[in-house]
């Protein structure tokens, strides 16, 4: 079954940080583009990032750009999301997925994991 497994979230306050990891399961990352996406209580998916195959492309969601760094090693087939300054409006289930090509808008989607909660609050 080809599927991401992520983790790092959880519950933080206001301004802190999370990193956020996605382990591929069941085939190799090299050669395929990555984006995160994020799903809040009553609200669509949004895609948050992307990163190009090679890593030498990333895109953000206006929301999140300067305080969300996302990278990938392609050695241990893992991306990773790096939040910073996290606000309460950050709060979602965190998702990573396959996406056909990292662009300013973030769509798509493919072989979903379960997702990790972030809770963003005092």
């Known amino acids: 079954q080809l599927q991401f497994v992520e983790s790092g979230g959880g519950l933080v306050q206001p301004g802190g940080s999370l990193r956020l990891s996605c382990v591929a399961s069941?085939?190799?990352?090299?050669?395929?583009?990555i984006g995160w996406f994020r799903q809040a209580p009553g609200k669509e998916r949004e895609g948050v990032s992307c990163i190009s195959s090679s890593g030498g492309t990333t895109n953000y969601a206006n929301s999140v750009n300067g305080r969300f760094t996302i990278s990938r090693d392609n050695a241990k087939n893992t991306a990773y999301l790096q939040m910073n300054y996290l606000r309460p409006e950050d709060t979602a289930m965190y998702y990573c997925?396959?996406?056909?090509?990292?662009?300013?808008?973030?769509?798509?989607?493919?072989?979903w994991g379960q997702g990790t909660q972030v809770t963003v609050s005092s």
């Open positions: 069941g085939f190799t990352l090299d050669y395929r583009a």
């Open positions: 997925a396959l996406i056909t090509a990292c662009l300013t808008t973030i769509t798509g989607g493919s072989s």
